[in-house]
């Protein structure tokens, strides 16, 4: 199989010390020519078979073959040719990706876990970052990825505008979504965001607070939606009061102004926000504003982030399993590639847990 052309020996850079087993390939120079699986075959002493096995990650080849192969795959500076390869076999072995453009942790930990998923399962990514999460930029990503071949696609799906932009993935090309609204376009992966808030109010409550604050993402967002939905129902299963609502962003700073606001009530003691960024913001406003959490006021938020430990106090929070998310995405895609699932099999709920920190105390 051809691969990409070698340059000429400028000092012959990386060699590969000789462990004493098979060919001495420190005293081997790249060919000026294109080179293919069979050179380093020959150069490692082995099969092609063996050197595809290795390739492609498949069990049954010893440490020792499996390290000498790779060995004479750098000092070839072999790439495999994926376009042939394709035109040969009918198959990439590639998914598309389609994420978006954000500094929130959690689709960025859900890309590294697709990733990942993916290169376990045998398959390669190829990404397609969209700046908005409108209809018309979601299809020009679907367009250049379909345009590469690839087998499937995975999208990030925050909004209702990126589910639908998946129904127009050409037809035998399955989609699955990560994180949008159960709305039968394509076969949906998401954190039970309803039972995370119904999880974070009911622990506030159980504290001892007469009803509970929110203050959530972004109103187009199913996810920031479903937590306010949550929120709502556990209050009136209470009995306990529902405060009026102002939808923000995901930010901090949209934490710190609505906080300015709920720090200037001293009825408040205990708030819920949408994620931890949220959190985070309204954690520095009662602060500024002399109302010691969780001594005063408590606060959960919603992800758990890395940093939500952290935080001052440490941060009680919903935790949700991103690397679980891109795993579990990965398996709905493969199973309708091979055939072992039907192309809509429903939507799939993961459940979150509540990560008990410093940050919520009994009501004061």
């Known amino acids: 199989m051809a691969a990409a052309v070698i340059g000429p020996d400028r000092g012959r850079p990386g060699r590969v010390a000789h462990s004493g087993t098979g060919p001495d390939l420190d005293a081997v120079d790249p060919p000026l020519r294109k080179v293919g699986m069979r050179d380093v075959a020959r150069l490692a002493g082995v099969s092609h078979q063996t050197v595809s096995r290795v390739l492609n990650d498949l069990p049954n080849v010893s440490a020792a073959t499996r390290e000498r192969v790779l060995d004479a795959v750098r000092v070839l500076n072999y790439r495999r040719n994926l376009a042939a390869r394709t035109l040969v076999t009918s198959r990439s072995r590639t998914i598309g990706l389609i994420g978006f453009e954000t500094t929130l942790a959690g689709p960025a930990s859900m890309i590294y876990g697709i990733e990942k998923a993916a290169r376990e399962a045998g398959y390669y990514v190829s990404i397609a970052t969209v700046r908005s999460l409108e209809r018309h930029a979601v299809l020009d990503a679907v367009e250049q990825l379909c345009a590469q071949a690839v087998e499937g696609i995975i999208a990030i799906a925050p909004k209702n505008s990126v589910a639908d932009a998946l129904t127009q993935v050409p037809l035998g090309t399955p989609a699955v979504g990560v994180g949008g609204a159960d709305d039968g376009y394509v076969p949906m992966l998401r954190v039970d965001n309803v039972r995370g808030a119904c999880m974070a109010t009911s622990h506030l409550l159980d504290l001892g607070h007469e009803t509970v604050h929110h203050v959530p993402g972004p109103a187009d967002w ?131 847990h509540l990560v008990v920190r410093a940050s919520a105390n009994a009501a004061p």
Do not use: K
């Not at 001293?266 to 959490?293: K, Q, S, Y």
């Not at 941060?315 to 679980?324: P, R």
């Open 222 to 352: 199913p996810e920031a939606r479903d937590r306010i939905d949550g929120w709502r129902q556990t209050l009136h299963a209470a009995g306990a009061p529902v405060p009026p609502i102002e939808p923000g962003d995901w930010s901090a700073r949209s934490g710190y102004l609505r906080g300015q606001h709920l720090a200037a009530d001293t009825r408040v003691t205990a708030v819920f926000c949408g994620n931890d960024h949220i959190a985070l913001g309204v954690l520095r406003a009662f602060h500024e504003a002399g109302r010691a959490v969780p001594a005063r006021v408590s606060v959960v938020g919603f992800d758990d982030t890395p940093e939500s430990g952290f935080f001052l106090p440490p941060l009680t929070t919903i935790h949700q399993d991103f690397a679980e998310l891109g795993r579990r995405s990965v398996e709905l895609l493969v199973a309708q590639l091979t055939g072992a699932q039907s192309p809509d099999p429903g939507p799939v709920h993961l459940s979150p």
